[in-house]
């Protein structure tokens, strides 16, 4: 069975600070991942998503993920944050079948931002 | 992103109430999803509809029942609910046709039951 593991809870970076948020998956093929984020209140947005080639993937609001398969890793990433990245990020892991696609979802970081 | 849409947002209904949460879809997608979202737990998958027909149902208890009339609208009907049922119910939607579907969401409704 796919699974996804975020170690990071809450994590809190300053304004203008790099980031990165851990993912790790178990999957027994080549995984579809997706980075999703969700501000209070709010459903989830699609942040970014690596199906195959480049494993360096760029993805809106300035964040990118790479995609580490000997590390079963897809660790997201941003240079500088801005306040308005505080919210909470899904990592998440589909099955590459044709269909039915079934995502699993980590149990999500907490990003706060301190001026 | 407007392309998922859900109503209403707040929900609070008592534990012998009748009441329906509705999501469309303005994506032209044919396959539609409904999660529950509870504090510190993961997004929990509870159906899945492909072309209106039912595809999954991850052993949802029988006061949840879906209805997806067709493949822009998806309802969860709720019926005797229990306050651990309080939390953000999420749709979703795909196009089914491709093996890179990514899933789009709605906003959630926050439902509390008392």
């Known amino acids: 069975a796919q699974s996804v593991t975020q170690p990071d809870i809450h994590i809190t970076v300053s304004e203008g600070a790099s980031l990165e948020l851990r993912c790790n998956y178990s999957?027994?093929?080549?995984?579809?991942l997706f980075w999703y984020v969700q501000s209070p209140g709010q459903g989830l947005q699609l942040l970014l998503k690596?199906?195959?080639?480049?494993?360096l993937v760029q993805g809106i609001k300035g964040f990118e993920a790479e995609f580490k398969r000997s590390q079963s890793s897809f660790n997201l990433r941003k240079p500088s944050v801005h306040w308005s990245d505080a919210a909470e990020y899904f990592c998440?892991?589909?099955?590459?079948?044709?269909?039915?696609?079934?995502?699993?979802f980590g149990t999500g970081t907490r990003l706060t931002i301190i001026p | 992103e407007t392309g998922v849409t859900q109503t209403p947002r707040h929900l609070v209904m008592g534990m012998t109430n009748k009441k329906s949460l509705k999501c469309e879809q303005h994506?032209?997608?044919?396959?539609m999803y409904w999660y529950k979202q509870s504090a510190k737990k993961p997004l929990e998958l509870m159906f899945v509809?492909?072309?209106?027909?039912?595809?999954e149902n991850n052993s949802v208890p029988s006061r949840f029942s879906p209805e997806c009339p067709n493949s822009s609208h998806l309802f969860l009907h709720l019926h005797t609910l229990q306050p651990e049922d309080s939390a953000l119910y999420l749709c979703?939607?795909?196009?089914?046709?491709?093996?890179?579907?990514?899933?789009?969401f709605g906003p959630g409704t926050r439902l509390t039951v008392l």
């Open positions: 690596y199906f195959s080639g480049d494993t």
């Open positions: 994506l032209g997608h044919n396959a």
């Open positions: 509809y492909n072309f209106k027909e039912q595809t």
């Open positions: 999957y027994g093929a080549t995984p579809y």
């Open positions: 979703a939607s795909s196009q089914e046709d491709r093996d890179t579907d990514t899933q789009y």
């Open positions: 998440a892991v589909g099955r590459s079948n044709f269909g039915n696609e079934k995502l699993t």
